[in-house]
């Protein structure tokens, strides 16, 4: 909405309403507006009344009209006042000078005679002449600013302008500081000089000493602030001036000024709230309407449309009284209501309501309304009959070719299948340049949706050189042009377009899309720097976007190309921190997982291996020939099983030796199997143990050693006669003596479990035959004692473990033999004997027994 001029009006009438930046508003008075009992009016006019001089003060100067204003307004309009001057130490001016005055006071008052006689042709020339003779006169200050006041109410601006500028050169401090600030700003203002009239004005603001002229002052320091671009500034002295609702006369013009503000910067809610305040509070009519009616118009503009309190408004402005353009707007808004909320046949009713009552300002805008409802409401005729309406009544007008451009945007809008047909009838008749181009774009756009590629992009290239298509347009028709030029595989010229429209449109919100693109195509011809570049600069500049993950999984695969793994592991991580459900996750979680396992992260790998492998067989099942398969499952799958060995977690290694061995074309590795073996059956789970052991006996790469662990699990779990046969095997294998009497005793250890006493001891003999001295020779005398024991021979049981302690004397062994044979002299009812060894035990072996005896 254009803001209404309002030339005419006199200074106060800035009061109630913005005056358009560039015309010459009037200076403020510079008295506030009081009432009869001392108050301030809060009329939106203000009225003048006499203000009375401060007691011994001299009388006032005469108000005079400011230089620049429009000329004298009806009798009901008040004038502006005069600044106030300091007080004159005589009281008053006097006619002629005294008998008893200086010369210097004499010539004062001749030249105050004539400025209280409104004479200020003669006056000028007296302050000229005491200014001239007496250049340090204490009255210096007084003369300098009537004498401006002489000159600028006579029109002679530069001389008023100099009289002030001498004042405020010459002078610091004293009364007359603020008023000649303001009354130079005043000049300046009038010469559209802002940035000087700026300066005037801020000083004026803090040097008057009435607050009516303070706020003044304010009022037109925010206006120079708009007029120079300052609207950020502006709107901050206006929200200022807003809350300063004692003597201020202008608070309506500024609230009015700070709502536009706010609506100039898409601070919608905000300046709505600011116009609703003003029709309320307003007890000016015309702003009252203007206000109200605003208020109908922004409240649709709100997201969502408040349509309630704009159908509100619009309705309190068609009751108001007068006729005013704002309420052929109500009208109109009352329409668009009507049209957004589908209810097309309302709108016709309303426009057959209006009849002849349509103002000829607004009945284009009212028709177009109506053939949009018409067509919306099937009525194709008589939308056709409408446009014509259009044509007839407004020929040539703005509206008749918006008519016939509206039909090929609804034509595109509903992808009518005629429409290029169409377009190209409405192009043979020669439409203005910009209508030209718009519909152009819209064919190119409806060849681009078809898949028409080289179509599209003839008429795209072209648009990117046209005068009249909105940057944002020509941004978009450019960005289609690239795209264009990708499908059909002109990388190279694609390259070329994609960069024309980043550097030509930096901010513009397909920015990172050509940023992608671009490294897409830099990436087919293996330009991977370029590539590269282009996705960092897509990650640093756009932190929201979803073109980055796209951007994050190219550049981790370039990285990886280029053999910067560390990089590639990070750029997948940002990967998966920002896109978690990515349809690249499982390659991300691969390499990720990668990476750390060749740095021998193992704890990091795991789980990132983990995903990859679980991702991988997830989409096998969904597809047998997903390529995933063959990438991640198994290549994860055999990372993760390693990784779980190398960090020496038995139970993870087993978990995926079993997923392994199941899916996996390669078998168990044989070190993770003997491991496992060892591990379980150091661990106590010997039937594990046997698992994984099984497994690796059968491989060509099993040893002796692997079949003793085994043997050694299955006799721990009850299983002797297997182990018997495992042991036998093993002994098969070995001839060194030392291996073959540690098998031959673990064979012994089984053939007694299962009764084979016999063979027992033969196994038993061979070891003692073997190693006839040492611990294992201990070992074997024990198992021997242990036969006799099992043949229910505990007495020659005993000898036999007692026969250790002579030959051997080993922390472990020994005291184990001697406990052996306290158990036997036992069971042959020795008690004696067993006390004996029971005391040499615990005196030679203390550590032993209360180690094996200590309470839990």
Same mark, same amino acid.
């Given at each position: 909405?254009?803001?209404?001029?309002?030339?005419?009006? =006199?200074?106060?009438?800035?009061?109630?309403?913005?005056? /358009?930046?560039?015309?010459?508003?009037?200076?403020?008075?510079?008295?506030?507006?009081? &009432?009869?009992?001392?108050?301030?009016?809060?009329?939106?006019?203000?009225?003048?009344?006499?203000?009375?001089?401060?007691?011994?003060?001299?009388?006032?100067?005469?108000?005079?009209? /400011?230089?620049?204003? %429009?000329?004298?307004?009806?009798?009901?309009?008040?004038?502006?006042?005069? %600044?106030?001057?300091?007080?004159?130490?005589?009281?008053?001016?006097?006619?002629?000078?005294?008998?008893?005055?200086?010369?210097?006071?004499?010539?004062?008052?001749?030249?105050?005679?004539?400025?209280?006689?409104?004479?200020?042709?003669?006056?000028?020339?007296?302050?000229?002449?005491?200014?001239?003779?007496?250049?340090?006169?204490?009255?210096?200050?007084?003369?300098?600013?009537?004498?401006?006041?002489?000159?600028?109410?006579?029109?002679?601006?530069?001389?008023?302008?100099?009289?002030?500028?001498?004042?405020?050169?010459?002078?610091?401090?004293?009364?007359?500081?603020?008023?000649?600030?303001?009354?130079?700003?005043?000049?300046?203002?009038?010469?559209?000089?802002?940035?000087?009239?700026?300066?005037?004005?801020?000083?004026?603001?803090?040097?008057?000493?009435?607050?009516?002229?303070?706020?003044?002052?304010?009022?037109?320091?925010?206006?120079?602030?708009?007029?120079?671009?300052?609207?950020?500034?502006?709107?901050?002295?206006?929200?200022?001036?807003?809350?300063?609702?004692?003597?201020?006369?202008?608070?309506?013009?500024?609230?009015?000024?700070?709502?536009?503000?706010?609506?100039?910067?898409?601070?919608?809610?905000?300046?709505?709230?600011?116009?609703?305040?003003?029709?309320?509070?307003?007890?000016? %009519?015309?702003?009252?309407?203007?206000?109200?009616?605003?208020?109908?118009?922004?409240?649709?503009?709100?997201?969502?449309?408040?349509?309630?309190?704009?159908?509100?408004?619009?309705?309190?402005?068609?009751?108001?009284?007068?006729?005013?353009?704002?309420?052929?707007?109500?009208?109109?808004?009352?329409?668009?209501?009507?049209?957004?909320?589908?209810?097309?046949?309302?709108?016709?009713?309303?426009?057959?309501?209006?009849?002849?009552?349509?103002?000829?300002?607004?009945?284009?805008?009212?028709?177009?309304?109506?053939?949009?409802?018409?067509?919306?409401?099937? &009525?194709?005729?008589?939308?056709?009959? =409408?446009?014509?309406?259009?044509?007839?009544?407004?020929?040539?007008?703005?509206?008749?070719?918006?008519?016939?451009?509206?039909?090929?945007?609804?034509?595109?809008?509903?992808?009518?299948?005629?429409?290029?047909?169409?377009?190209?009838?409405?192009?043979?008749?020669?439409?203005?340049?910009?209508?030209?181009?718009?519909?152009?774009?819209?064919?190119?756009?409806?060849?681009?949706?078809?898949?028409?590629?080289?179509?599209?992009?003839?008429?795209?290239?072209?648009?990117?050189?046209?005068?009249?298509?909105? %940057?944002?347009?020509?941004?978009?028709?450019?960005?289609?042009?690239?795209?264009?030029?990708?499908?059909?595989?002109?990388?190279?010229?694609?390259?070329?377009?994609?960069?024309?429209?980043? &550097?030509?449109?930096?901010?513009?919100?397909?920015?990172?899309?050509?940023?992608?693109?671009?490294?897409?195509?830099?990436?087919?011809?293996?330009?991977?720097?370029?590539?590269?570049?282009?996705?960092?600069?897509?990650?640093?500049?756009?932190?929201?976007?979803?073109?980055?993950?796209?951007?994050?999984?190219?550049?981790?695969?370039?990285?990886?190309?280029?053999?910067?793994?560390?990089?590639?592991?990070?750029?997948?991580?940002?990967?998966?921190?920002?896109?978690?459900?990515?349809?690249?996750?499982?390659?991300?979680?691969?390499?990720?997982?990668?990476?750390?396992?060749?740095?021998? &992260?193992?704890?990091?790998?795991?789980?990132?291996?983990?995903?990859?492998?679980?991702?991988?067989?997830?989409?096998?099942?969904?597809?047998?020939?997903?390529?995933?398969?063959?990438?991640?499952?198994?290549?994860?799958?055999?990372?993760?099983?390693?990784?779980?060995?190398?960090?020496?977690?038995?139970?993870?290694?087993?978990?995926?030796?079993?997923?392994?061995?199941?899916?996996?074309?390669?078998?168990?590795?044989?070190?993770?199997?003997?491991?496992?073996?060892?591990?379980?059956?150091?661990?106590?789970?010997?039937?594990?143990?046997?698992?994984?052991?099984?497994?690796?006996?059968?491989?060509?790469?099993?040893?002796?050693?692997?079949?003793?662990?085994?043997?050694?699990?299955?006799?721990?779990?009850?299983?002797?006669?297997?182990?018997?046969?495992?042991?036998?095997?093993?002994?098969?294998?070995?001839?060194?003596?030392?291996?073959?009497?540690?098998?031959?005793?673990?064979?012994?250890?089984?053939?007694?479990?299962?009764?084979?006493?016999?063979?027992?001891?033969?196994?038993?003999?061979?070891?003692?035959?073997?190693?006839?001295?040492?611990?294992?020779?201990?070992?074997?005398?024990?198992?021997?004692?242990?036969?006799?024991?099992?043949?229910?021979?505990?007495?020659?049981?005993?000898?036999?473990?007692?026969?250790?302690?002579?030959?051997?004397?080993?922390?472990?062994?020994?005291?184990?033999?001697?406990?052996?044979?306290?158990?036997?002299?036992?069971?042959?009812?020795?008690?004696?004997?067993?006390?004996?060894?029971?005391?040499?035990?615990?005196?030679?072996?203390?550590?032993?027994?209360?180690?094996?005896?200590?309470?839990?």
């Amino acid at each position: 909405m254009k803001r209404r001029p309002l030339a005419g009006l =006199t200074i106060v009438a800035l009061g109630l309403a913005r005056l /358009p930046l560039g015309a010459q508003d009037p200076a403020p008075p510079l008295k506030p507006f009081l &009432n009869d009992d001392g108050t301030p009016v809060r009329r939106a006019v203000p009225v003048q009344r006499g203000t009375p001089a401060p007691t011994g003060t001299p009388p006032r100067a005469i108000p005079v009209r /400011p230089l620049g204003t %429009p000329g004298p307004a009806p009798a009901a309009t008040p004038k502006p006042m005069t %600044p106030p001057g300091p007080e004159d130490p005589a009281g008053s001016i006097r006619v002629s000078p005294s008998a008893q005055t200086s010369p210097e006071q004499a010539q004062l008052e001749i030249a105050d005679s004539f400025y209280a006689k409104k004479d200020y042709e003669a006056a000028a020339p007296e302050y000229e002449r005491y200014l001239g003779l007496y250049p340090n006169g204490p009255d210096r200050v007084t003369a300098l600013f009537r004498l401006g006041e002489c000159y600028r109410i006579r029109g002679s601006v530069n001389a008023a302008k100099n009289a002030y500028e001498t004042l405020l050169k010459q002078f610091v401090n004293g009364d007359f500081i603020g008023p000649a600030a303001y009354r130079l700003a005043e000049l300046y203002y009038a010469e559209k000089q802002y940035r000087e009239a700026l300066d005037l004005f801020r000083k004026a603001s803090v040097r008057v000493k009435e607050p009516a002229v303070a706020n003044a002052a304010k009022f037109f320091a925010a206006r120079c602030m708009e007029a120079l671009g300052s609207k950020r500034d502006a709107r901050v002295e206006y929200e200022n001036l807003v809350g300063t609702p004692k003597d201020n006369p202008f608070q309506d013009a500024s609230r009015l000024s700070f709502a536009l503000l706010l609506k100039d910067g898409d601070r919608v809610p905000e300046a709505l709230k600011q116009i609703q305040t003003l029709a309320k509070t307003t007890e000016n %009519p015309e702003l009252k309407l203007e206000a109200t009616a605003r208020s109908g118009l922004w409240a649709l503009e709100m997201t969502p449309p408040q349509t309630t309190q704009a159908d509100a408004d619009f309705k309190a402005v068609l009751a108001m009284p007068g006729n005013s353009s704002w309420k052929q707007l109500a009208q109109l808004g009352q329409m668009k209501i009507l049209a957004d909320a589908g209810k097309s046949q309302q709108v016709l009713d309303a426009y057959h309501k209006l009849g002849d009552q349509i103002s000829p300002d607004i009945k284009p805008q009212v028709l177009m309304a109506v053939a949009t409802a018409q067509r919306q409401l099937g &009525n194709n005729a008589d939308a056709l009959s =409408t446009y014509d309406q259009i044509a007839k009544e407004f020929p040539g007008s703005v509206y008749d070719k918006e008519a016939q451009f509206e039909r090929l945007r609804q034509m595109y809008a509903s992808n009518d299948p005629k429409l290029v047909e169409e377009i190209d009838k409405y192009l043979l008749a020669n439409p203005e340049e910009q209508k030209r181009d718009e519909v152009l774009l819209m064919k190119a756009e409806v060849l681009f949706k078809k898949q028409d590629y080289l179509g599209a992009m003839e008429i795209y290239s072209p648009l990117e050189m046209s005068r009249t298509l909105s %940057p944002a347009r020509k941004a978009d028709a450019l960005f289609r042009l690239g795209w264009c030029q990708i499908q059909t595989q002109n990388l190279e010229q694609a390259i070329k377009v994609f960069t024309a429209f980043i &550097n030509g449109y930096p901010t513009h919100k397909l920015v990172p899309m050509a940023l992608v693109q671009r490294g897409l195509a830099n990436q087919s011809m293996k330009n991977l720097t370029g590539a590269l570049k282009d996705y960092e600069t897509l990650l640093k500049n756009h932190p929201k976007v979803p073109q980055r993950e796209l951007a994050l999984q190219q550049q981790a695969l370039i990285q990886g190309q280029e053999g910067n793994y560390p990089a590639m592991a990070e750029s997948f991580k940002q990967l998966l921190k920002e896109f978690p459900e990515t349809a690249a996750r499982a390659q991300a979680s691969y390499w990720i997982g990668y990476v750390a396992f060749e740095a021998k &992260n193992y704890k990091e790998a795991a789980p990132y291996l983990k995903d990859a492998r679980d991702l991988a067989r997830a989409k096998k099942a969904g597809d047998p020939n997903a390529e995933d398969k063959e990438q991640f499952e198994e290549k994860a799958g055999i990372r993760l099983l390693l990784d779980q060995y190398y960090l020496e977690d038995p139970t993870g290694t087993a978990r995926e030796v079993e997923l392994y061995s199941k899916e996996g074309k390669t078998k168990v590795p044989v070190e993770i199997l003997r491991w496992l073996g060892r591990k379980f059956n150091e661990g106590g789970s010997h039937e594990s143990a046997i698992k994984y052991l099984d497994m690796l006996i059968p491989r060509e790469e099993a040893t002796p050693e692997d079949l003793l662990l085994l043997g050694d699990s299955e006799s721990k779990v009850g299983k002797s006669k297997e182990a018997v046969e495992t042991f036998q095997k093993y002994l098969k294998s070995v001839k060194l003596p030392t291996p073959r009497v540690n098998g031959l005793l673990l064979l012994a250890t089984c053939q007694i479990a299962t009764g084979a006493l016999e063979e027992a001891q033969k196994s038993v003999d061979e070891a003692l035959m073997l190693q006839p001295e040492g611990d294992l020779n201990g070992r074997s005398r024990i198992k021997a004692g242990d036969i006799l024991m099992a043949r229910k021979k505990p007495e020659e049981a005993a000898k036999v473990y007692e026969s250790v302690a002579v030959m051997l004397d080993d922390p472990e062994i020994t005291p184990e033999a001697l406990e052996k044979a306290m158990d036997a002299w036992r069971a042959c009812g020795r008690e004696d004997e067993a006390n004996k060894t029971l005391n040499k035990i615990k005196s030679r072996y203390p550590e032993y027994w209360q180690r094996k005896h200590a309470t839990p």
